[in-house]
């Protein structure tokens, strides 16, 4: 069967599934949690029928080289080591997707996140984030994207944001945050259908979404 929430068969569906345990900020933003999921999404996946080419998976560097991520590539074969820092992950998103086709598009993003107070967006913080540069992507600015009319063969899609969304004057940054801001035509498609789902309104710690 199709993943839920998409009316398309496995070989149409693509993915991106980023799970952050580890992030240059140091020990004081270490997490336990988003990396297994993100494995056990991308496990999901393959056992819904879609094809590794059409899954790209974010995490990490220290979680690439973890005895448990290792082995988990050992059993399902999986070659492609793709690291969850900002230019990574925009790399992707601006240069990649839009070329691998499909029909539906499942987003699971797992990680620390903070709402700004003053712009109201989902700061989706990436794994080379430090106080002084705290990377981030915006998750609105994520949807928008993904409506772009050079996108717009990816008609249906669903956003996991697995993260919390405390306000950003918390977290300990030194600057206020600018999100990396992602390529888009500024042409929005009218038929793309998003689903986004996050783990926390504004002020709470996330309540765990886990497929």
């Known amino acids: 069967p199709s993943p839920p929430w998409l009316d398309a ?28 999921d993100a494995l056990r999404t991308v496990d999901w996946l393959l056992a819904s029928g879609v094809d590794h080419k059409h899954i790209a998976l974010f995490l990490s560097a220290q979680s690439w080289e973890s005895k448990e991520v290792i082995a988990w590539m050992a059993a399902n074969k999986w070659s492609i080591k793709r690291n969850a820092s900002h230019q990574a992950i925009c790399q992707f998103f601006n240069l990649e997707l839009h070329k691998s086709g499909g029909r539906a598009l499942l987003v699971h993003w797992g990680g620390h996140g903070a709402v700004d107070e003053v712009t109201r967006q989902n700061c989706l913080f990436t794994a080379d984030a430090v106080r002084d540069a705290p990377y981030c992507l915006s998750a609105q600015d994520l949807l ?4 772009d009319s050079r996108l717009s063969h990816l008609s249906q899609q669903v956003y996991i944001f697995d993260m919390c969304a405390s306000p950003y004057s918390r977290i300990g940054a030194t600057v206020l945050a600018d999100p990396a801001r992602l390529a888009k035509t500024g042409k929005v498609e009218l038929k793309v259908q998003q689903c986004a789902m996050f783990a926390s309104s504004l002020g709470p710690p996330a309540s765990a979404l886990v497929i």
């Open 9 to 36: 068969t496995p070989a149409e569906v693509r993915a991106v599934v980023v799970g952050i345990d580890v992030y240059e900020y140091g020990d004081a933003w270490k997490l336990r949690g988003p990396a297994d």
């Open 144 to 147: 928008q994207t993904m409506s």
